[in-house]
């Protein structure tokens, strides 16, 4: 069974950076779609960005413009998410994700197995 790590949040300045780190274990992630989602209170988990299991062309939420990467590193069974000039409304707990669906899904239904999450918290 895949089990996730999540890991690498934390407080960090508007304009600053920061990288997300997404741990595998149970199972080799190289053959998984990944995908990272985050939630505020009251919100419905909302999509990020994912990348495929080849390694593909990612796909990002409209809000991104820009400012994140995601990337994987199968050799280390790990993928990461690296946020560059986040903002304040950027805050929120951020989650891997995991699918063995074949095509990007932003439908978190698609996804099967997820990380326990790591709060990011941007300050202005």
């Known amino acids: 069974q895949l089990q996730l790590v999540d890991s690498g949040g934390g407080l960090v300045q508007a304009g600053g950076s920061l990288r997300l780190s997404c741990e595998a274990s149970?199972?080799?992630?190289?053959?998984?779609?990944v995908g990272w989602f985050r939630q505020t209170p009251g919100k419905e988990r909302e999509f990020v960005a994912a990348?495929?299991?080849?390694?593909?062309?990612?796909l990002y939420g409209a809000f991104v413009e820009g400012r994140f990467t995601i990337s994987r590193d199968n050799a280390k069974n790990s993928a990461y998410l690296k946020m560059n000039s986040p903002k304040p409304e950027d805050t929120a707990v951020y989650y891997c994700?995991?699918?063995?669906?074949?095509?990007?899904?932003?439908?978190?239904?698609?996804?099967?197995?997820w990380g326990q999450g790591t709060q990011v918290t941007v300050s202005s």
């Open positions: 149970g199972a080799a992630l190289r053959v998984y779609s």
């Open positions: 994700a995991a699918t063995s669906v074949v095509f990007i899904s932003t439908d978190r239904g698609d996804w099967h197995y």
């Open positions: 990348i495929t299991f080849s390694g593909g062309e990612p």
